[in-house]
C-alpha cells in the first residue's frame, strides 16, 4: 500500500502487526465519528491490552508488537482504530528506521496488505494505518502520519488531555497517569513515550540482543549476519557503506528424494514511488545496464551450494534505483511445502566471504516467496531485510506487484 490507499476488509476480524529493526511501542485508539476518544479506556497499549473489540499483543522484543480489531465487537459510535508506533527508546526518531505494518486476516494469517510509510526523519510517533467504517462497510487505510512531539501529539490529536510531566527527576515511583480525558477518573498509567517510566508491569527497557529480530540496526562489523524474518542489517563496515559488487545466492532443495522441483530466482528494480523499473531473472539475464546480472536457470535444485545467483554492483546502481526484492517462484506449479531448504546469502564478490545468511525454516503452500530486499538510504548505505513471504506466483511478472507492496 502506499500512503493514502485504502482496501476493503473481507474479514471481520484483522491484525495489524507493526515491525521495525528497533524496539517499537504499538497502540490502538478507538474514535467515533467525531475523531476523538470516549475515555482513557479507548487507549490500548501494553498497560491496558483489551478493550471492546481491539486488543494489544507484546512482541516481547523478539517479534512485532500487534493490534488485533474485531469489528463485530466495537460498542456502537465507534467509527475508526488507528494504530500508532513509536521507537521504545526514549528520544529516538524514525529517522533510518523503516517501520512496516502488515495487516492480516486474524483467523487465518493470510496477509491482505503492507504498507511501509517512505522517507520517515524526525518524527518520534507514527500514525501508521486505521482500520475504519465507511458506508457500512469496514476498510483499512495507510496513513503514515508522523509527529515529531511523540504520542503526546498523537492523544492530543485525537482529544485525549496530556498533562505536562513535573520538573525531570528520578522518581521511585511513577507519578500519576499523563493522559487524562477531560471528566474521566484516573486512569492507568499511560504509554512512557508521553512522559513517565512504564508500571512494573511493563515490557523491561533493556533491548534484546542484537541477533534478535526488531533489536537495533545491526551492520557487518562483527563479521556475518544471520537474519530472522523482518530483521534488518545496515550494509555498512567499518563506518563505510558497503558499495561493491555482491552476489545474492539463493538455494533450495527437493523435500522428497527424486524428485526435482524447478524454483526460479529474480531480482526486481523499483523506484522511489514502489515503481517498477525492471526485472532480472533467467529469461533476463542483465537489467539495469550491467548493473544487476542473472547466473542463468537451474532446473532441478540439485547439487549443493547456491542454485542461481545474482550479481549486483551497488557502486553501480543508477540513482533511480532505490529498491531491489529477490525473489523466488515455482514456474511448474510446485509449492513451497515440497521444499526441503530455501536460503539466500549475500556474498562480496571481491573476498567471496558470505556477509548475510537468511534460512527460511517455514514453508507455506504456495508457488512464489518474497525472499529478502535491499533499500537505498537516504544516506546512500543499503539495508537489506529478510522477507520470507509467501504469495501466489508462478512466474516474476507476478511477483511484482506483491514485491512492491513489500518496500
Known sequence: MTPGSNIPLSTARVTVDVAAP???????????ADGKVRSDDDFIFYNQPNGPGVTYRSG?????????????????????????????????????????????????NGVLATFTPPQLGTETALVVVEIYLRNGAWKARAVGQGYADGLAGIATDF????????????????????????????????????????????PPATPPAPAAPGAGKINLDKGRVSLQKNQTVSLVKGGRPLLSQVKMGLGWEP??????????ASVIAYGPQRNHIDSCYFGKLQIVGGAIKHSGDNLTGEGGGDDEVIMVDLGRLPQEVTGLVFTVNSFTGQK?????????????????EELVRFDLTNAEAQTGVLMAKLIRQFSGEWEMTALGDFVKARTVRNMVKPAAQAL
Not at 525531570?168 to 508521553?194: E, K
Not at 523435500?255 to 526460479?264: E, N, P, W
Open 255 to 264: 523435500a522428497y528424494r527424486g524428485r526435482d522441483i524447478d524454483l526460479d
Open 22 to 32: 528497533v524496539r517499537l511501542d504499538v497502540s490502538g485508539l478507538l474514535l467515533t
Open 159 to 202: 482529544g485525549v488531555s496530556v498533562e505536562e510531566p513535573a520538573a525531570p527527576t528520578q522518581p521511585v515511583t511513577p507519578p500519576p497517569s499523563p493522559m487524562q480525558p477531560p471528566v474521566a477518573p484516573p486512569a492507568p498509567v499511560m504509554d512512557p513515550r508521553i512522559a513517565t517510566p512504564p508500571a512494573p508491569t511493563a
Open 60 to 108: 516481547g522484543g523478539t517479534a512485532p508488537d500487534a493490534i488485533t480489531v474485531d469489528t463485530t465487537a466495537l460498542p456502537p459510535g465507534i467509527e475508526k482504530i488507528v494504530v500508532t508506533a513509536s521507537p521504545d527508546a526514549a528520544g529516538q526518531t524514525f529517522q533510518g528506521v523503516e517501520p512496516t505494518a502488515r495487516i492480516r486476516n486474524a483467523d487465518d
Open 336 to 352: 513451497f511445502t515440497e521444499v526441503a531448504k530455501a536460503y539466500c546469502r549475500l556474498i562480496d564478490a571481491a573476498s567471496g
